[in-house]
């Protein structure tokens, strides 16, 4: 089983002066030390149910960007984008760039958003769930258009584009992977069954994974998808250094989950991922 490593956190101690090192040697260590893939919330501020939202919190794109040139192997994307913080076309455009830029290194990580307060505090819209749900997916639609060969108009209930072009083209081929997370039953793994390459589910427990995965699957039927060509992941959480936490992944790679995306607590992510390297990657590596 693979690992990623997710950096959701960017309160260290010292100025913020020496977060570009911090962030430059985090990327480099879990790089060098078997991690997969390297994400990071796409936030405006801190979620307030895990931390003060006044704590530090750097935009997404930005971030990837930067850990990009840092880097030189890892998987990148946002974990996941919202998709009512930017127009889906600019939204696709950023993340083609990131693509091209990266090598070919980029995931498409979308979701439907739900932080009310950042939304209210920066004057974004923040429609109703099954309204966000419905610009998800016309999002999804918008990108595989402007990363395929129609460049025409796209007209739909929340989005109206005279023009789909987008030039590059992602060095990825057909196009960065599309990967959307949530647990969402009706609508995310709907989703996820119809347009993606990549699920994560935010569920580490092997018997949730496993009806979940069961749901998705029967999307897949419902569809005519391929549920088999789909990646399978999950955000783990349980602490990654207990005893169960090894035995759970094994079951987990039992119901085909192929990574588990590890995160750390504040304030030093260069001394976690580093110690997730040399305690927890071996393991897992033997799933």
């Known amino acids: 089983m693979q690992a990623g490593f997710h950096l959701w956190n960017y309160s260290v101690p010292g100025p913020t002066a020496l977060l570009p090192a911090i962030i430059a040697q985090t990327a480099r ?14 936030h405006w501020f801190q979620m307030d149910r895990v931390a003060p939202a006044s704590q530090p919190m750097l935009e997404a794109f930005t971030t990837l960007a930067f850990v990009a040139a840092n880097t030189t192997r890892v998987r990148l994307g946002p974990l996941v984008a919202g998709v009512t913080y930017r127009h889906p076309a600019l939204l696709v455009k950023t993340a083609t760039t990131l693509d091209l830029l990266s090598g070919g290194r980029s995931m498409f990580g979308i979701g439907a958003a739900w932080y009310e307060r950042e ?15 419905e610009r998800l997916e016309e999002t999804l639609r918008i990108a595989e258009q402007m990363w395929g060969d129609d460049d025409g108009a796209f007209d739909g209930v929340h989005y109206r584009l005279a023009e789909t072009m987008g030039e590059p083209k992602p060095t990825s081929r057909p196009h960065p992977p599309i990967m959307i997370g949530g647990r969402g039953e009706k609508k995310t793994l709907r989703l996820a069954a119809q ?17 979940l995965l069961e749901v998705l699957e029967a999307h897949c039927d419902r569809l005519g998808t391929d549920y088999a060509v789909i990646e399978k ?9 207990a005893d169960d936490f090894i035995p759970a992944m094994a079951e987990l790679a039992e119901l085909g989950v192929t990574m588990v995306v590890l995160r750390v607590n504040p304030p030093y992510p260069v001394g976690s991922v580093t110690r997730l390297a040399d305690e927890v990657l071996p393991a897992l590596a033997q799933l």
Not at 122 to 127: A, R
Not at 195 to 211: E, F, G, M, R
Not at 233 to 241: E, G, K, N, Q, S
């Open 29 to 42: 260590r879990a790089e060098d030390g078997g991690f997969a893939q390297f994400t990071v919330m796409d």
């Open 119 to 133: 939304h209210l505090g920066l004057g974004v819209p923040y429609p109703r769930i099954s309204e966000r749900f």
């Open 195 to 211: 347009y993606a390459q990549i699920v994560n589910l935010t569920a580490s427990d092997p018997a949730d994974v496993k009806h």
């Open 233 to 241: 992941t999950v955000i783990a959480a349980r602490d990654p250094f």
